[in-house]
C-alpha cells in the first residue's frame, strides 16, 4: 500500500497559502510520522536505519531520533518544518480541514485512517 497523505495535506498548503511543494512535505512529513508512529512502526525504524544509520536505543528511541533527523534535514537543506515558520496558525488550519473535507480528503494514508480529525491533529503538531 502507498501513503499519499503527505502530498494530500500539502496540496491543500499550497492551494490556500502558496507554499511550495517541498515546503509542504517539510512541514507535514515529520509531523505526520510522529502522529502515525504506532501504524508506521516498522517502516520508521528501518527508514531511520536505512537513511540515518540509527541503530541505537530502544525502537522509541529510534523512532524519535528518525523523526528529529528527518526535520534537521530539512532544514539543513533551508526548508522551515513549522507552519509557524510561514505565518500560519490554528485559524488556518481551520481552513485547511475544511478544504480536505470539500475535496472528499477525509480518509487518508495507506489504510484510509487519516480522517478530518487525525488531519487536524497532523497539522497542529506543525505549529
Known sequence: PQDWATHMIGHELTALFGLDHAQTLAIVLPALMYAQREQ????????????????????????????????DFFEHMGVKTRLSDYNLGAADIDKLIANLERNGMTALGEHGDIDLAKARHILELAL
Open 40 to 71: 508506521k512502526r516498522q517502516k520508521l525504524l528501518q527508514f531511520g536505519q536505512r537513511v540515518f544509520a540509527i541503530n541505537s536505543g530502544n525502537a522509541d528511541d529510534v523512532i524519535d531520533k528518525t523523526i528529529k533527523a528527518t526535520q
